[in-house]
């Protein structure tokens, strides 16, 4: 049980573990802080207040109450658990870890003598179990109780909660296995999680588990629905389709399956959807799935804003989703997704004073929506929270060749190649310093830079050791588009400085997005903008047409600590002609007034007065300048 | 039961009934032709192949087999005999009048004796009658078959259907009438019906029950919510919310009720609605409920193009709303909103051969939205069936001054003033000349002509009998917007000649309507326009974008008798730039190339082969016509 298993024959990366990485920036160690004093105990109670830690005592036989919420409600308190394990791995804490002492201990109480737990099917439920696989997520429910436990073991070393995993998942195994029952999840989880438990264990049962599930899928064992993923075999699928957790949940596990046995028709398939989704199917935020109804992804080039679902956890599983197949050969453009979904798509989904969250996620909005602090289906606010608990394991990979950077967080991480710092004011602003703390080994090594997809590489300045400038186009050093592969005998002290412009830009979307025809987006290094009504008063932002022209830096009032845009643009307000008229004869437009419109980072909407917000503005013709000028 | 009972206290106008009017025109009669020979019997074969027509065989007594399909299905039928019966007025079918006795009479043999009568409620299901008002539509299955009954007694003089419907409806008003229960449907239907009822009988009962229906409403009996309308007592209903069928059907009983009563808070309540509708939640095909899910009203400006559901049913009530909301005073506005969602919502929603349907009406699709021959809920069908077969009476009303005409279509009606004859080629010409053919009484009688909103008022003719020319934006002519007034004293042969002109137009959206910025649409007379694939091959018709420069009309290859439009454009294939990737930097447009893009009604898409249909185009900048010249 202490061997930790790296995948095979299909991954050329290895993810450097959260216990190596320490953040010190003034971005992400903040937000953690709030996550683990604010957070997560808020969490809990909401556990607690909505009965979904009361079940599990119930189960355990400590409560003699009704089974309160929903059939799957286990899972939130699994996911908790799950964030509360990478938290404890940067430090204990007193509090999370004797609510989560608590929760496990009652988890293993309810266990069943085969290896059964789920406090829904208990007592005058015991006989519906495995009954309705489409429907009933207890398989999804079992995977978030064994990621939870890998991780618990992971984080602490202790193997109590693991114990029950590895019970539930031998259940699991025998009962489904090949000389089982031959069934799939109506909800993904299982087998990422059966492939984690295997690296943790090294017992292949759940990895041929895993890889069983992932056959017998799309051959209609849970009603053959697009929903469901279950339509087609998921080597034949063309597209991310039906529900899009469970799709990109699925994606994950055949990436680490991928990872383990190198099968090519894997990678055809996830590829085939990595480009079909990236190109075809994602928010400027990194969020997935536009349509509400079956919290699906949507069909080519539909993208609305306003109707955005965008679950917070399908950000959450793109992320997850980018991190396995950037494991798979290091490619850039992977951490740029990560990096596009985490800071704008997930954290998005997460209130500034740590206790409210959204479900879905619009890119415009009335001003009605507003973050809640929890869910009747709380899916959303423990995924989010599991994964900036996780976050630092999400930075660096190492390979035979060296250390591999793919998210620039202040900080250091220690590796078997020595002890690098970075300082950096990213995401508010791209120059890197990494230094050599240390220097592990002699020999040369390469450090592997990500130059992001938003960034002009023509503008960008990279300095090594003692001043000498390199040229980032230098196909020997950008060994792939998006890698700078710096290889040398570092020196302890030696430095690398990158810097990374970040001017604000226009962005605009492919011309079959046809809902977004004549609209830009404004980002700024890997930060996607919003206008909120708070920071234009007396204005309608859908009025306001932007300018092709530079944006400014300002501070913003109520987001200490963030930068805002000043964007050149003109206000046109609908005049006359448009009362009591929805449609009317295509006439020249009226003149525009001159206006600076102020934007903030769209993670940062809604934490201020209700009004309302829009990512996408109309690009003002150059007709409307010459008339506002 | 033979007092024809016409609106009292609410309403100025009183409908021309359709056995006074004559179809002569190249337009609708021979679809109409095509409904009697085509569509009526094969929508009945489908109704015996689905078991809808077994289902009140075996309610009667006559099979002895389970029920089959859903349990609102009697509906169907019920709709499909009212298509029949208007249709009867016009001409007898015997072969249509066959079918329609067989199943009256199975229905009136399913009858109990209290009146009840629904075929799903029976035998095993008798115990669950009026047990889930929300859901299980008996009072909507209710209302059709009162609404069938109605429609055939006016058309046939014979009281047999009748005579059920009121047994039905008796059961209905002692059930949930002021000694009973406190009850509201969830569809709505049974208002209107009971209204209709009350209309041909005279009996106050069905009115008082229908007023009692909806003051009842918005109360949370059947649970308060917005898809059933319930969340607000429907006077202080701020917009149309939720299911869009159900709410305006609920909008039509309000008419009906406020033409009855004259009650100022229902004038309010559907003036309120009707501009919210018009102004911020109807497409430009008049197709209204944008959502899929919960097949429903979107919020204000919320239409995208590819993903509209517009179902065809929602279209057909929005005329039947429109056309009793006009009743009431006549506005020229509610007739633009009757004929643009007839000619095109509801028009779209019938294949060119008679045989197929649409149930939902994107403005944009990728070629797989193709007409069905049924549906297992087949609510469109018959619904689109039973309008078009009433089509006469929705083009006439009288008033105390004269004769109202508010949809134009060659042929002749029959009124107290005499009778008129209107020759024209409308909708493919504007060219309107009216001829009383008789003269029924002395005096000055007005002849109001609506002046439709699509047309320029400026460049409009009038003619009056030997070639008097008339201004019509003379105010004592136009007495209404929209509304023109001939009042003399007519003789016979006199003529009006009144020249629309129908130049084809470009349309633009309010600017609120953000997924539309930049966009145009093609219009001529009161036809919406859309290009397909099959009509410009070798481009993608999101790439072309129009110039703001004058069409030409063409014929169009499979679309016989049909006005095509030859639009100048400019056509702009996506370059290597956006070679996987959906978003980038906002750069200047490429320069396009000249294209003539070929446009055909909207009503006649997805006839001909399958590919890429699009309403809304981009509008070329100034710049790309001088690139590409």
Same mark, same amino acid.
């Given at each position: 049980m202490s061997v930790e298993r790296q995948p095979l024959t299909g991954s050329q990366l290895r993810p450097v573990p959260l216990t190596a990485v320490t953040f010190e920036d003034a971005f992400w160690r903040p937000r953690r802080a709030l996550l683990r004093a604010v957070s997560l105990p808020a969490q809990y109670a909401q556990c607690e207040a909505t009965g979904r830690v009361q079940n599990l005592h119930r189960a355990a036989g400590w409560l003699d109450q009704p089974f309160q919420g929903r059939y799957y409600n286990d899972s939130d308190v699994y996911k908790w658990l799950e964030a509360v394990a990478w938290l404890a791995a940067e430090a204990p804490d007193v509090t999370l870890a004797q609510m989560a002492d608590g929760v496990i201990a009652a988890v293993a109480a309810a266990q069943q003598p085969d290896g059964y737990v789920n406090s829904y099917f208990m007592f005058e439920r015991a006989g519906e179990r495995w009954q309705d696989l489409a429907n009933k997520h207890e398989l999804y429910c079992a995977g978030h109780l064994i990621e939870a436990a890998v991780a618990h073991y992971r984080a602490t070393g202790r193997d109590n909660f693991l114990r029950v995993a590895i019970r539930l998942a031998d259940h699991i195994c025998d009962r489904f296995g090949p000389a089982g029952q031959a069934a799939v999840p109506g909800h993904e989880e299982i087998e990422l999680a059966l492939v984690a438990l295997y690296r943790v264990t090294g017992n292949g049962t759940y990895l041929a588990q895993a890889q069983r599930f992932l056959d017998l899928r799309g051959r209609g064992l849970v009603g053959g629905r697009v929903y469901h993923q279950d339509h087609l075999p998921f080597r034949e699928l063309p597209a991310p389709a039906g529900h899009a957790v469970r799709a990109l949940y699925l994606n994950m596990a055949a990436a680490d399956l991928l990872a383990e046995t190198g099968e090519p028709a894997l990678r055809a398939a996830l590829e085939r959807q990595w480009w079909q989704m990236t190109t075809r199917q994602m928010y400027l935020s990194g969020g997935v799935g536009a349509r509400a109804g079956g919290e699906a992804f949507g069909g080519d080039y539909e993208l609305p804003n306003g109707t955005a679902y965008a679950e917070t956890c399908a950000a959450v599983a793109n992320v997850l989703w980018?991190? =396995?197949? !950037?494991?798979?050969?290091?490619?850039?453009?992977?951490?740029?997704?990560?990096?596009?979904?985490?800071?704008?798509?997930? !954290?998005?989904?997460?209130?500034?004073?740590?206790?409210?969250?959204?479900?879905?996620?619009? !890119?415009?909005?009335?001003?009605?929506?507003?973050?809640?602090? @929890?869910?009747?289906?709380?899916?959303?606010?423990?995924?989010?929270?599991?994964?900036?608990?996780?976050?630092?394991?999400?930075?660096?990979?190492?390979?035979?060749?060296? !250390?591999?950077?793919?998210?620039?967080? *202040?900080?250091?991480?220690?590796?078997?190649?020595? /002890?690098?710092?970075? %300082?950096?004011?990213?995401? @508010?602003?791209? %120059?890197?310093?990494?230094? @050599? %703390?240390?220097?592990?080994?002699?020999?040369?090594?390469?450090?592997?830079?990500?130059?992001?997809?938003?960034?002009?590489?023509?503008?960008?300045?990279?300095? $090594?050791?003692?001043?000498?400038?390199?040229?980032?186009?230098?196909?020997?050093?950008?060994?792939?588009?998006?890698?700078?592969?710096?290889?040398?005998?570092?020196? &302890?002290?030696?430095?690398?400085?990158?810097?990374?412009? #970040?001017?604000?830009?226009?962005?605009?979307?492919?011309?079959?997005?046809?809902?977004?025809?004549?609209?830009?987006?404004? #980002? /700024?290094?890997?930060?996607?903008?919003?206008?909120?009504?708070?920071?234009? &008063?007396?204005?309608?932002?859908?009025?306001? *047409?932007? =300018?092709?022209?530079?944006?400014?830096?300002?501070?913003?009032?109520?987001?200490?600590? #963030? $930068?805002?845009?000043?964007?050149?643009?003109? $206000?046109?307000?609908?005049?006359?002609?448009?009362?009591?008229?929805?449609?009317?004869?295509?006439?020249?437009?009226?003149?525009? %007034? =001159?206006?600076?419109?102020?934007?903030?980072?769209?993670?940062?909407?809604?934490? /201020?007065?209700?009004?309302?917000?829009? $990512?996408?503005?109309?690009? *003002?013709? /150059?007709?409307?300048?010459?008339?506002?000028?």
């Amino acid at each position: 049980m202490s061997v930790e298993r790296q995948p095979l024959t299909g991954s050329q990366l290895r993810p450097v573990p959260l216990t190596a990485v320490t953040f010190e920036d003034a971005f992400w160690r903040p937000r953690r802080a709030l996550l683990r004093a604010v957070s997560l105990p808020a969490q809990y109670a909401q556990c607690e207040a909505t009965g979904r830690v009361q079940n599990l005592h119930r189960a355990a036989g400590w409560l003699d109450q009704p089974f309160q919420g929903r059939y799957y409600n286990d899972s939130d308190v699994y996911k908790w658990l799950e964030a509360v394990a990478w938290l404890a791995a940067e430090a204990p804490d007193v509090t999370l870890a004797q609510m989560a002492d608590g929760v496990i201990a009652a988890v293993a109480a309810a266990q069943q003598p085969d290896g059964y737990v789920n406090s829904y099917f208990m007592f005058e439920r015991a006989g519906e179990r495995w009954q309705d696989l489409a429907n009933k997520h207890e398989l999804y429910c079992a995977g978030h109780l064994i990621e939870a436990a890998v991780a618990h073991y992971r984080a602490t070393g202790r193997d109590n909660f693991l114990r029950v995993a590895i019970r539930l998942a031998d259940h699991i195994c025998d009962r489904f296995g090949p000389a089982g029952q031959a069934a799939v999840p109506g909800h993904e989880e299982i087998e990422l999680a059966l492939v984690a438990l295997y690296r943790v264990t090294g017992n292949g049962t759940y990895l041929a588990q895993a890889q069983r599930f992932l056959d017998l899928r799309g051959r209609g064992l849970v009603g053959g629905r697009v929903y469901h993923q279950d339509h087609l075999p998921f080597r034949e699928l063309p597209a991310p389709a039906g529900h899009a957790v469970r799709a990109l949940y699925l994606n994950m596990a055949a990436a680490d399956l991928l990872a383990e046995t190198g099968e090519p028709a894997l990678r055809a398939a996830l590829e085939r959807q990595w480009w079909q989704m990236t190109t075809r199917q994602m928010y400027l935020s990194g969020g997935v799935g536009a349509r509400a109804g079956g919290e699906a992804f949507g069909g080519d080039y539909e993208l609305p804003n306003g109707t955005a679902y965008a679950e917070t956890c399908a950000a959450v599983a793109n992320v997850l989703w980018q991190w =396995r197949m !950037l494991q798979l050969d290091g490619a850039a453009r992977y951490a740029d997704v990560l990096e596009q979904a985490l800071y704008n798509g997930v !954290l998005a989904g997460w209130s500034l004073d740590g206790l409210g969250y959204f479900y879905d996620n619009p !890119l415009a909005s009335d001003g009605r929506h507003r973050r809640q602090p @929890w869910f009747e289906c709380a899916c959303c606010p423990p995924n989010l929270a599991r994964l900036l608990a996780a976050l630092p394991g999400y930075c660096y990979s190492t390979s035979a060749e060296g !250390l591999w950077v793919h998210l620039y967080v *202040a900080g250091r991480v220690t590796t078997p190649f020595g /002890r690098l710092r970075l %300082e950096t004011n990213y995401p @508010w602003a791209g %120059e890197l310093t990494f230094t @050599w %703390e240390t220097v592990a080994r002699p020999g040369r090594v390469t450090l592997f830079l990500r130059l992001p997809a938003w960034c002009a590489a023509e503008d960008v300045e990279l300095v $090594v050791g003692d001043g000498q400038r390199l040229a980032v186009a230098d196909p020997a050093l950008q060994v792939r588009p998006g890698t700078l592969a710096l290889r040398r005998a570092w020196q &302890p002290g030696e430095q690398v400085r990158l810097a990374l412009p #970040m001017p604000p830009r226009l962005v605009v979307a492919h011309p079959h997005v046809t809902s977004l025809t004549g609209r830009v987006a404004l #980002m /700024r290094g890997p930060l996607l903008y919003c206008a909120e009504a708070v920071d234009n &008063p007396g204005v309608d932002v859908r009025d306001v *047409a932007l =300018r092709a022209a530079p944006a400014g830096m300002v501070a913003v009032a109520g987001l200490p600590g #963030m $930068v805002g845009l000043r964007v050149p643009g003109v $206000v046109t307000r609908p005049g006359a002609e448009w009362q009591g008229a929805l449609y009317r004869a295509a006439a020249p437009a009226r003149p525009g %007034e =001159r206006y600076h419109l102020t934007a903030v980072p769209y993670f940062a909407w809604a934490n /201020r007065d209700p009004g309302r917000m829009q $990512v996408w503005f109309r690009l *003002a013709d /150059r007709g409307d300048w010459d008339k506002a000028d």
